[in-house]
Nanobody, 125 residues
């Protein structure tokens, strides 16, 4: 499984950005996928996740502001994270993650995911 993120950049506080993560390889629509973020000196934290049945999970800090979704195509699919009402606290490197099946209670935890993208920087000023 290969994951490639894009869409990061600079936004003013209150602005919006949309992240994309293109997944390819031995993936199916049943895979659970998620977005994590990390700032220097802090642990990676789960932001949003979506499972094979398209159930979604959000960290409390982003509920009502971020929306996770995915589009399926033959042999690949794309994960999105629409980020609205951005705050300076959202500044971080954002990572896409995937795993065959992740149970709901663990959707925003790092350990179940075996596949990771390289990350994309989001800066909110």
């Amino acid at each position: 499984v290969q994951l490639v993120e894009s869409g990061g950049g600079l936004s003013q506080s209150g602005g919006s950005l949309r992240l994309s993560c293109e997944a390819s390889g031995s993936t199916t629509s049943t895979y659970s996928m998620a977005w994590f973020r990390q700032t220097p000196g802090k642990e990676r934290e789960g932001v949003a996740a979506i499972d094979g049945d398209r159930r979604t999970y959000y960290a409390e800090s982003v509920k009502g502001r971020f929306t996770i979704s995915k589009d399926n195509a033959k042999n690949s699919y794309t994960l999105f994270l629409q980020m609205d009402a951005l705050q300076s606290e959202d500044t971080a490197i954002y990572y896409c993650a995937a795993q065959r099946v992740v149970a709901g209670p663990f959707a925003l935890q790092e350990w179940p995911y075996n596949y990771w993208g390289q990350g994309t920087q989001v800066t909110v000023s």
